[in-house]
């Protein structure tokens, strides 16, 4: 491989360093280089350059440069040292300014995988006469069809929509993009070097999803606008009977497993508002945006102020005449000046050219969003201070979040609307890089806080008096705690929803007791709102129900169903959690809960706890 010494000179100046540094000892096979380089500060979430100051990000790069040229100029790429899982470990503590506990370092060196390699390469040859259907090609149906395929497992995918991508396809509203670093939010084994932004928009990120699907074949087994409507285990055949709609037709057939990729964001919630019926103008939700333009020169409403609304407003304000905001409560942002900034092409060159250079970034991204915040999400019972936080910690983000806000507002009149009364990080927090409050001080922006009483023909009539609109956009969110819905799912002891409505019970939020065969990912309780990223999630369900299928076909075994007490030991266990901590906390109400206040959706857990328990499949937790 020939690297040029100026193009690498000058992609240096947009590095890492902290990642640069540990890079060396792959170049020089010496553990030791790491004592003679300046070490990073204790890293911080969205912090990659370790606090180092300009006299010793030059230092690395001066070494780098010279041991990297010389690496290069008598070896090639595929020479460079892999070091061993101590060494490993050692780097993991230079980069991130502090020692990696002990119970942190499997689950870091499974996802830096340093010696990763294409896994389309391992894809295997069917084993097994066992078929699974997987419900949804969005990001966790793809993936489940990948990790599938590379064991050997018959599947095929239904898909309701005429294409794939899930929520990165039907989200096309502006500004719709993630809200996880992008070098982290992919897969672990299917890195993208190229992403445009750091925080990436839909169309990009859908981009990225059809690669993969095609990339490991799996359109010959999906079948699309194939809506999955009824599904009932029969125990005399041990199969499920399944009920899809295609093309105005019904088709029923039996299957033998079934894993749920619908996930928890699938159905759009509108609220229950009389008069819905005799608006004349424009009105959808924000997961269902036309083709038309609606926005250009029109009196626009945003119904909501959460992760959606929070995204359209800055990219449509401009071009409306008039545009409303009916907010129920504000949110709480995170300070983020990335959040909509490009990645230069030095860092892609980077990315792209310098081996593991992408790995250590991903780690370096990863570890400070892992568990770090988790702590302070816990209800301290004899703090008294404040009822707009829950301890001493999370007391002191919610001045920090103020403080970055306050700085922001310039018409006094918005500050108490905007300035959340509620604990930090008890909703969905939000990437603030100033464009939300930058809208809401255009002229021709308004925020109201009164309440929505119902339509009318001509627009909102609000708790003061009625709004004329051309557009109304419920950026409402979803039926989150529906989970399934609107498949009717009976595993032999009656329909799901009827039995749990909006409190489901599982075990992971995997599997159920009362449905054999069956499995879900991005299922109930798993939703990540203090760390990691979804996939993150995703690859941990994956790999642990494709375990439990391998574990049926090693055995023989047609039936595979958790047991009902361990299911209720982590049930009650999950709830106790809850019970303790800020989403659950009387001053917040969100989408995590359900009707009667209880968080339902949303993970309580460490990362490495769960990557723990899901890397370790155990039958004797199943009846089979």
């Given at each position: 491989m020939n690297i040029n010494k100026q193009t690498l000179e000058s992609a240096l100046d947009s590095a890492s360093f902290p990642v640069v540094a540990v890079l060396l000892v792959h170049f020089t096979g010496d553990i030791s280089i790491l004592d003679k380089l300046p070490k990073p500060n204790q890293v911080m979430l969205g912090e990659t350059q370790g606090f180092l100051s300009k006299e010793d990000k030059q230092i690395i790069k001066n070494l780098a440069l010279k041991e990297i040229c010389r690496f290069f100029s008598t070896h090639e790429a595929n020479d460079i040292y892999v070091p061993s899982n101590e060494e490993l470990n050692q780097m993991m503590n230079f980069i991130v300014g502090e020692s990696v506990s002990s119970d942190y370092i499997p689950m870091m060196l499974s996802d830096l995988n340093i010696a990763s390699h294409d896994s389309k390469s391992d894809l295997g040859i069917t084993k097994t006469t066992l078929e699974v259907l997987i419900v949804g090609a969005g990001m966790s149906g793809i993936l489940a069809a990948i990790k599938l395929a590379e064991r050997g497992i018959k599947f095929k995918i239904y898909e309701k929509n005429i294409d794939l991508g899930g929520t990165w396809y039907e989200n096309k509203y502006p500004g719709s993009r993630v809200d996880i670093a992008n070098h982290f939010y992919s897969y672990s084994f299917e890195e993208n070097h190229q992403w445009s932004e750091h925080f990436s928009q839909q169309p990009e990120l859908l981009d990225y999803f059809k690669r993969c699907f095609d990339k490991y074949d799996i359109r010959k087994n999906t079948y699309f606008e194939t809506k999955v409507t009824d599904m009932k285990f029969d125990d005399l055949t041990q199969t499920w009977e399944v009920v899809s709609l295609n093309d105005g037709r019904s088709n029923t057939e039996m299957i033998n497993i079934v894993i749920s990729c619908v996930g928890q964001l699938n159905q759009a919630k509108i609220p229950h508002i009389k008069g819905l019926d005799k608006f004349q103008g424009n009105m959808f939700h924000s997961s269902k945006w036309p083709d038309s333009d609606v926005i250009d020169g029109k009196k626009v409403a945003v119904v909501g102020s959460g992760a959606s609304a929070f995204q359209i407003v800055p990219s449509i304000a401009k071009y409306c005449e008039e545009l409303t905001i009916f907010q129920r409560s504000p949110p709480w942002m995170f300070p983020n000046l990335k959040y909509h900034e490009k990645v230069d092409e030095e860092k892609k060159w980077l990315l792209e050219n310098l081996p593991f250079y992408s790995r250590w970034y991903r780690f370096l991204l990863f570890y400070p969003g892992s568990d770090q915040l988790l702590d302070s999400l816990f209800i301290d019972s004899s703090w008294k201070d404040r009822e707009d936080s829950i301890n001493q910690k999370n007391d002191e983000m919610r001045e920090l979040f103020t403080n970055a806000m306050l700085a922001q507002i310039s018409d006094q009149s918005l500050i108490d609307k905007v300035i959340p009364k509620y604990p930090p990080?008890?909703?969905?927090?939000?990437?603030?890089?100033?464009?939300?409050?930058?809208?809401?001080?255009?002229?021709?922006?308004?925020?109201?806080?009164?309440?929505?009483?119902?339509?009318?023909?001509?627009?909102?009539?609000?708790?003061?008096?009625?709004?004329?609109?051309?557009?109304?956009?419920?950026?409402?969110?979803?039926?989150?705690?529906?989970?399934?819905?609107?498949?009717?799912?009976?595993?032999?002891?009656?329909?799901?929803?009827?039995?749990?409505?909006?409190?489901?019970?599982?075990?992971?939020?995997?599997?159920?007791?009362?449905?054999?065969?069956?499995?879900?990912?991005?299922?109930?309780?798993?939703?990540?709102?203090?760390?990691?990223?979804?996939?993150?999630?995703?690859?941990?369900?994956?790999?642990?129900?494709?375990?439990?299928?391998?574990?049926?076909?090693?055995?023989?075994?047609?039936?595979i169903k958790v047991k009902p007490d361990i299911e209720k030991q982590y049930q009650d266990r999950f709830d106790e959690q809850h019970s303790q901590m800020v989403w659950q906390h009387p001053k917040v109400s969100s989408w995590y809960q359900n009707s009667t206040g209880k968080v339902v959706t949303t993970s309580p857990w460490r990362l490495v706890e769960y990557w723990n328990w899901t890397n370790n499949f155990n039958p004797d937790e199943y009846d089979f």
């Open positions: 990080f008890g909703k969905r927090m939000l990437q603030d890089n100033g464009a939300w409050l930058e809208a809401l001080h255009l002229p021709n922006v308004t925020l109201l806080t009164e309440g929505v009483e119902c339509m009318s023909a001509k627009g909102i009539v609000s708790s003061e008096k009625e709004h004329e609109f051309d557009t109304v956009i419920f950026a409402t969110g979803f039926k989150a705690q529906d989970f399934f819905d609107p498949i009717d799912i009976d595993g032999g002891s009656g329909s799901f929803k009827s039995i749990y409505k909006d409190s489901p019970r599982s075990y992971l939020g995997i599997t159920f007791s009362s449905m054999p065969n069956f499995f879900a990912m991005y299922g109930p309780g798993t939703n990540l709102a203090h760390a990691g990223s979804i996939i993150f999630n995703s690859e941990c369900q994956i790999n642990y129900i494709c375990s439990a299928i391998e574990f049926m076909m090693d055995n023989d075994c047609k039936v």
